[in-house]
């Protein structure tokens, strides 16, 4: 093995060792209220329990695994936004240091552009 392979496995271990915090931007945490209290009013409680522990759920497998979701080539600048498909949203994130910052939760099913980077 190369130094150079050893260098790429060493930083893919350290990646995939290192835990990551969560940190709800108010966008998003807004985002997140409105599903529940949407879905808690057309379904019933029970349903939007559902849909918001599949969201909080995928948020807290990035802890682990922070780099899992894809990088979304509509935001070319910096931070660089990454989102997780869970049943019709996107969770939109970017990573700085040890931090997640969840971002925005769009419904897919809406159209236009999600939200503007400030």
Wanted: glycine fraction near 6%; hydrophobic fraction near 35%.
């Amino acid at each position: 093995m190369t130094s150079g392979q050893e260098d790429s496995l060493h930083r893919m271990n350290f990646e995939q060792n290192m835990t990551c915090k969560i940190h709800w931007l108010q966008r998003a945490a807004k985002d997140f209220d409105d599903i529940y209290l949407y879905y808690k009013q057309v379904a019933g409680d029970s349903v939007a329990k559902r849909r918001i522990t599949k969201i909080l759920q995928a948020t807290t497998n990035l802890e682990a695994m922070p780099n899992i979701g894809p990088l979304d080539e509509d935001f070319k600048h910096t931070p660089s936004y990454r989102y997780l498909l869970v049943s019709d949203y996107r969770i939109y994130y970017f990573i700085e240091g040890q931090t997640i910052y969840i971002a925005a939760i769009w419904d897919c099913r809406q159209g236009g552009k999600v939200f503007k980077h400030k």
